[in-house]
């Protein structure tokens, strides 16, 4: 076929077994999105109100289907409102295909209208990014940032394509969908090596983070941690990885993580690190972390190894493709007086669960689980609904928790959802509050014009809660502009939009008007006061270890 490169690139991308992208038109990506006017019965277009929110919607549709999310922009300030969309993709090893319409090669460094060096902007949060000066070299181009999005550590990849090479035609021929490179097992010396040093440990402890999900190695996972017979917990990125009730998972450890998970990491001898970063959220001062723990840690990214902590092995290799062929190495045993351990610190635990009446953070979060199916999505934005959320939400099935990790992202959760909906060909749910709401907010409008089911639920306190935790704690609570006391009626707000929506202050409102949004077609806003001073706890002190915790208020 002699065609254009627009044509090109929509054949290509179809090629590939995309049939959803978001995005937004604007002058130079305009052939391109005549491609796609042709091409409309074949592949669905969701037009969200922000760049932003393109990337944010292709990011919860990755994280829930395991797919590439694929977005389109045009060049300039549609080129960099993708920014902050990318870098929260990066930094949480998402897959994605960023297509940017940039002006004609001719008016490269001319300083043109709309013109931006976006590769050169996106080069630091970008797994690679591309700049195709030819028609020839586009379709190739395609195919091979697929194969770079999906493959090793997952990652966001940029392609620009100017505007005249669009327009160009050469002879395409279209091929198979491209394979991502065969997950490898790290070396067998090093899994003989750490085999060694796991069956020598008295207390070993399954720590994972987001590279156990997007491995899919749940399975593994569990097989090993019942040949050691021992504990389990996660990074934020790793929720959803095994199911929440697993009598063996402890929930999420760090920062503000469940007390038995990170008492009961503090006390292990060697810790199985699963495609996990080590961030200061999870370690605080890292010379006080594990001084008494060996780490052996398998990652797919060999920069990570011994990046944050010291690990005694490191392997570097996928996460399931790895423990397959070091399990079979493991000596089964029985570990009652470490899981008696474990039993202790979880007993002790629930002394410091917030078990008060009416609508508090945690009511509101086990409300929310009984109305989440098993396919269920939950998406958050950032801040301490967030962490309410990883603390207490029930997950069933992989892949089902889309939030801000590394990037801390307020705004991101609205357009996740929306992708993520789309992902799963179900209702999915938002976790959020009224700072991060108001941040992208404008995303209601795309939920309503494609009747997205996603249902809202703002943990409203009229303030910016993480801050003013944080202010509370360590700044002598001086609330510098951290009280939002906004005059926005959410209720309100979702209507204007076309959306349904109402006010709850008990718990019991808040079930009734879950089961309204699960009965609705469309979004649905649930507007749920809580007191301004609600803490997350526990609480890591900055700069401090895990026998610091804060675990109640210090008045």
Known sequence: ?????????????????????????????????????????????????????????????????????????????????????????YLDSIPMVLICGNVPTTQIGTDSFQEIDITGITLPITKHNYFVGRVEEL?????????????????????????????????????????K???RAAKDIRISEAAGIINEAKRPFIYFGGGAVSSGARDDLLVLA??????????????????????????????HGRFAASKTMEN???????????????????????????????DADG????????????????????????????????????????????????????RRDGLT??????????????????????????????????FRSPGRFASSGGLGTMGYGLGAAIGAAFGTKERSVLITGDGSFGMCLNELATAVTYNVP??????????????????????DKHYSNSVLDRKTDFTALAKAFGADGERVSTPEELDSALSKAAASDGPYVIDCVIDKDELVLPMLPPNGSMSELITKNRK
């Open 139 to 179: 379709a190739d181009t395609v195919r091979e940032a697929f194969v770079l999005a999906a493959s090793g550590r997952p990652g966001p990849v940029l392609i620009d394509i100017p505007k005249d090479v669009q327009q160009a035609k050469c002879e395409y021929e279209p091929k198979p969908p491209v394979e």
């Open 1 to 89: 076929m002699f065609i254009s490169g627009a044509d090109i690139l929509v054949n290509t991308l179809m090629e590939q077994g995309c049939d959803i992208v978001f995005g937004y038109p604007g002058g130079q990506i305009l052939s391109v999105y005549d491609s796609l006017y042709t091409h409309r019965n074949e592949m669905k277009h969701i037009l969200t109100s922000h760049e932003q929110g393109a990337v944010h919607a292709a990011d919860g549709y990755a994280r829930t289907t395991g797919k590439t999310g694929v977005v389109i922009a045009t060049s300039g300030p549609g080129a960099t409102n993708l920014v902050t969309g990318i870098a929260t993709a």
């Open 361 to 394: 953070p945690r009511r509101a979060i086990l409300t929310v689980n009984r109305h989440l199916g098993e396919n269920t999505a939950v998406c958050t934005d950032v801040g301490q609904h967030q962490m309410w959320a990883a603390q207490h939400l029930v």
């Open 181 to 183: 490179e065969e997950p």
């Open 303 to 354: 920069s990570e190894l011994n990046k944050n902590v010291t690990a005694i092995c490191g392997m570097r290799g996928d996460v399931k493709a790895t423990l397959q062929k070091l399990i079979p190495l493991i000596n089964e045993r029985t570990n009652p007086e470490w899981m008696d351990k474990a039993a202790s610190f979880r007993k002790e635990e629930e002394k410091y669960l917030d």
């Open 268 to 298: 292990a001898d060697v810790i199985i690190a699963l495609g996990v970063r080590f961030s200061d959220r999870s370690t605080g001062n890292r010379a006080k972390f594990a001084i008494n723990s060996k780490i052996v840690q398998i």
């Open 454 to 475: 996603v249902t809202v639920v703002i943990m409203n306190n009229g303030v910016l809660g993480m801050v003013r935790q944080w202010q509370t704690f360590f700044y």
């Open 226 to 255: 019942e040949k050691l017979d021992c504990p389990i917990a996660c990074s934020m990125m790793g929720l959803s990885a095994v199911p929440t009730d697993h009598p063996r998972f402890l929930g999420m450890q760090g920062m």
